[in-house]
């Protein structure tokens, strides 16, 4: 290599590898220690994640993350990137986490890992007042709205079959269940509080909700990505925190007014 060269290309090297050790970004201090995450979510998703009248981020979701920031010292920024890009991003590295009313299971498990759960769920179907569906066995030869990629979305594929024409899938769920409400489809499965939210927020809907006990048992967690230890031990740890003091609790009651059993 010429002499003349190396000058420039040494320096820079010698840059670039310290700001290697300092961190690529501003998530991380000058001793490589996380301090900042971003956590990405779909913020449609009354009462878990929705936005207030200035466009903030509210909700349980919201105030879980806000309280595990306190107890671990590491800033937390909720992000509203959509449902789809939000796996998206979890997968790529791009974002740290998702935050976003997460059921936990096998498949997800491929990718991804999970913090203890918070939250136990069960999905719901939400169809008008008066319909002749009743519970699950009836969607046969009906429509069903979902949002895509969602819990819901693989319960209606159990339901018609895996490539069903009659399957409607949007990418959030109030759309799903306002195609309902305009009579393209005969049902939206939903998650449960998220569903009952919708009705108590539109009382005008007309809609009505059937809780089928073929639907199993969900649990939420918050996702990293798969092998992301360092970031899935400090959402843990402050996840046992405000389980431990009540935090929890405290926040599901404040937006579901139930006081939650977990396991
Ligand atoms: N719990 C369901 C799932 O994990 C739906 C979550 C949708 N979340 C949202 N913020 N839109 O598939």
């Given at each position: 290599m010429k002499k003349s060269l190396l000058k420039v290309i040494a320096p820079l090297a010698a840059a670039s590898m310290l700001l290697a050790a300092c961190g690529?970004?501003?998530?991380?201090?000058a001793d490589g220690e996380i301090k900042k995450l971003v956590a990405g979510t779909?913020?449609?998703?009354?009462?878990?994640e929705y936005m207030d009248d200035s466009g903030k981020i509210i909700g349980i979701d919201s105030e879980i993350v806000d309280a595990i920031a306190e107890e671990t010292g590491i800033e937390i920024e909720m992000k509203h990137v959509g449902w789809d890009p939000m796996l998206e991003q979890v997968k790529n590295g791009e974002i740290e986490m998702g935050a976003s009313g997460i059921t936990i299971n096998d498949k997800r498990k491929k990718v991804y890992d999970f913090t203890e759960p918070y939250y136990e769920a069960n999905l719901v179907m939400v169809v008008k007042?008066?319909?002749?569906?009743?519970?699950?066995?009836?969607?046969?030869g009906k429509k069903v709205s979902v949002q895509i990629n969602t819990t819901g979305h693989e319960a209606a594929k159990k339901a018609l079959g895996e490539?069903?024409?009659?399957i409607a899938a949007f990418e959030n769920m109030p759309v799903a269940i306002m195609e309902v409400i305009n009579g393209s489809t005969a049902a939206a499965i939903g998650d449960n509080a998220v569903v009952y939210e919708y009705l108590k927020n539109n009382p005008d809907a007309k809609l009505t909700v059937i809780e089928d006990t073929a639907f199993e048992k969900e649990y939420y967690g918050l996702m990293v990505k798969k092998g992301n230890k360092e970031v899935l031990d400090i959402l843990n740890e402050g996840l046992k925190a405000i389980k431990e003091n009540g935090k929890l609790d405290e926040i599901v009651k404040k937006y579901t007014g139930v006081t939650q059993e977990l396991e």
């Open positions: 690529s970004d501003d998530s991380t201090g779909e913020a449609t998703f009354a009462p878990f007042e008066g319909s002749d569906v009743k519970s699950l066995a009836d969607l046969k490539t069903s024409q009659d």
